[in-house]
């Protein structure tokens, strides 16, 4: 047997079989429908339910395979699904597997709009959820109860950067056989692949640093296959589907994953290394500083600390609202894992419209400045945070 590639070539040498016209780089297979030589053809392709046949691009698209087979590759999964975005991946998942009467455990820290699924959307059709903290998971195994059939979270967490040990999570849910539902999207699998900790379904918001350069929307869930083929029919009837161009441009952006990586990483690990003990800040947090909380489970689990730094401004509030405002290169905007770096004060904007203790509940603290850091020159970035720091 050929020796099995590293998935760094992989997500570049992973493409769809080459036209008659021979193109070196994948096209994009921009078509709604797909052609057949005869009526018996066509019987036969709609006899199957499989995105190996290609009918029509709400269910199957030679492009959005493509980008979808780098993924498994990358993750180590059997098999994935893509869709048009993060939240279609997270809320087609919940769709999928939870039932009237069922019972779903998440971490607290959860992305928004997932937290607003789980207590505003999933209680009406019956569903009920607990959270817990992802900084007691000694707490999670006293939340199951007979009903439950998932446990989700995010690690690193949006944007408070806690994380979880996999390996001890995934223990849990096999022992109570709960589908465990990892969110990736702040480490990539670049840098961290759930599978190997036990995860039966991985989720990214292939918007942030899949993508990478702010352009697209795109989602993404991969894990095992029977669990997936239920999530490929729900996603094929219920029209969730990725856009094929937005396909192209996320399966072009994978040949680069591994390299921005690795760039976004240390320039972030450099960058929270040299922000610890400014005057104006009381706090800073990123996976790989010994101070992190979490810092040896991160060690364990991610290859390095990823994209996103924080760090809370000793003034608050008002502080957090002169920092933005005295940045001159860094963007202003909620995105995250872009090329360009991002910083965002989620109290002032984002989470402005929940109590104090309700931010409080979900990480969110006065002061607290995410930074999603970008491929400048780090000593640029560097730059930037220390004059609006002087100012806030
Ligand atoms: C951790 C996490 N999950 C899911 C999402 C939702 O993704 P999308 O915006 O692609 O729907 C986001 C978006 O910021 C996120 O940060």
Redesign the pocket.
Known sequence: MAKQQKPATRAVRIQTTKTSQKEHSSPVFLTSSFTYDSAEEMAAAFATETPEVNIYSRFANPGVDEFVHKMIALEGAEHGVATG????A?FSTFMTFLSKGDHIISASA??G??HTILTRYLPKWGIDYSYFDMNKPEAIEALVKPETRMLYL?TPS?PGLDIIDLAFVSAICKKHNILFVV?N??ATPAVQQPIQYGADLVIH????FIDGQGRV???VIVGKKELVHQLYLFIRNTGPSMSPFNAWVLSKSLETLFIRMDRHAASALSIATKLQGHAKISTVKYPFLESHPQYAIAKKQMSNGGGIVTFELKGGIESGRKFLNALEMISMTN??GDSRTIASHPASTTHSKLTEAERQSVGITPGLIRVSVGLEDADDILDDLLQALDKS
């Open positions: 975005t993060g939240m279609a997270i959860v992305f709009s997932t995010e949006n969110d999207c702040f918001s292939a918007t942030k929307l795109g989602g995105n995250l």
